[in-house]
């Protein structure tokens, strides 16, 4: 990270697991957090409680139950000021946020930019700051996001921009869907050896109960078929399951989506 957020440590970003298998993550300084998708207060209160800690602000990344649920209670209870998206009617959001939006959170000595990445959701944004991403449901490890309320192209695009960013940015996903990402993965690209070492490590993460996030740009660029759709062995896996080649990046991409869809 760079002096902006030389105090900020990697450490002090936690992942709370929460219903099945999605990540609130948890961001803290000193005696001050924040929250990015609560949707279950009661993990983030004995958090809270646990560590001492008081909550400033909670980050939301798009309107899904999964991820605003505990938010209406967070907010009666610690008063923080709550982003989230433009154009969604979340109860308690107190700043709505979009593209080119700045996010200064002082208590911890952080401030996000807002990116606008539509595809999951018409309105889903992530949260960035030098070495940190908040992808929300857009970018997984291996993956991505189903198309609820987006188009493919939109998704596409959203994915092609966070590509670009820094490859040691720590992308800190919201759901643990790693391992199910990878099968398919394999299934569409037989031979990735990153891919392959990845996997083998999430394996090893995973038996000792511990995460596979956050994963990094650089190696989802290398591994994630959903970034590589100019891949000439990801198009000629789509071109023999669909029977049609796919004439560009993005066809390549909604052909990707739709084979994982009934993967």
Not at 112 to 134: D, K, M, N, R
Not at 173 to 199: I, V
Request: include cysteine; proline fraction near 6%; hydrophobic fraction near 40%.
């Amino acid at each position: 990270m760079n002096d902006q957020h030389s105090k900020f440590r990697s450490s002090d970003i936690i992942p709370l697991p929460a219903f099945r298998d999605n990540y609130i993550w948890l961001l803290r300084h000193g005696p001050a957090a924040a929250v990015v998708d609560p949707g279950d207060a009661s993990v983030v209160e004995t958090a809270l409680r646990e560590q001492g800690l008081r909550l400033v602000a909670v980050l939301l990344t798009h309107h899904h139950s999964d991820h605003i649920g505990g938010v209406a209670e967070l907010a009666a209870r610690h008063r923080p000021e709550v982003l989230g998206p433009a154009g969604e009617d979340i109860p308690a959001i107190t700043r709505h946020v979009g593209e080119g939006d700045e996010v200064a959170l002082d208590a911890l000595g952080l401030r996000f930019s807002v990116l606008g990445i539509p595809g999951h959701t018409a309105t889903h944004i992530a949260y960035y700051a030098p070495g940190i991403l908040f992808p929300g449901d857009t970018l997984f490890s291996a993956g991505c996001g189903r198309l609820l309320g987006g188009t493919a192209a939109q998704l596409h695009q959203s994915l092609q921009r966070l590509a670009q960013l820094p490859g040691d940015t720590a992308v800190h996903c919201a759901h643990e869907y790693t391992l199910a990402n990878l099968a398919f993965a394999r299934a569409a690209e037989s031979d990735n050896p990153a891919r392959d070492a990845w996997l083998a490590e999430c394996e090893a993460r995973r038996a000792a109960g511990r995460p596979t996030l956050p994963s990094s740009i650089e190696r989802e660029r290398r591994i994630n078929p959903f970034l590589r759709t100019e891949s000439s062995a990801l198009i000629d896996a789509v071109t023999a399951r669909d029977g049609q080649r796919p004439t560009g990046s993005a066809e390549c991409f909604a052909a990707l989506r739709r084979w994982k869809d009934v993967f």
